[in-house]
């Protein structure tokens, strides 16, 4: 099993950074891949990014490439996600993800998940 905790979301300005992080717990961490997801009200899950086990790999979904970024610490069992030039549009709840086997943009592909953070940006 492997838990996930996810932190650092609130609420900020149009323009605003913030440093999302996610703990991982239980079975080995530095051997899977790690993603974030996101879900707005009334809306569906989107993939936001993924990052490969030795974290020399990402991919960042076009919604927020160019302002997102994530990295992990596989020391800290710990990946991130940093979110530059906020816009409200990415007002949702975060989630980190992953999977033994999995590391792409499905998220029902993943069997792990975190309980999320909301981020809630104004205008």
């Known amino acids: 099993q492997v838990q996930l905790v996810e932190s650092g979301g609130g609420l900020v300005q149009a323009g605003d950074s913030l440093r999302l992080s996610c703990a991982a717990s239980?079975?080995?961490?530095?051997?899977?891949?790690m993603a974030w997801f996101r879900q707005a009200p009334g809306k569906e899950r989107e993939f936001v990014a993924t990052?490969?086990?030795?974290?020399?790999?990402?991919y960042i979904a076009d919604s927020v490439k160019g302002r997102f970024t994530i990295s992990r610490d596989n020391a800290k069992n710990t990946v991130y996600l940093q979110m530059n030039s906020l816009k409200p549009e990415d007002t949702a709840v975060y989630y980190c993800?992953?999977?033994?086997?999995?590391?792409?943009?499905?998220?029902?592909?993943?069997?792990?998940w975190g309980q999320g953070t909301q981020v809630t940006v104004s205008s």
């Open positions: 239980g079975r080995t961490f530095s051997r899977r891949a």
């Open positions: 993800a992953t999977d033994p086997l999995y590391s792409g943009t499905v998220g029902d592909e993943y069997h792990y």
């Open positions: 990052i490969t086990w030795s974290g020399s790999r990402t």
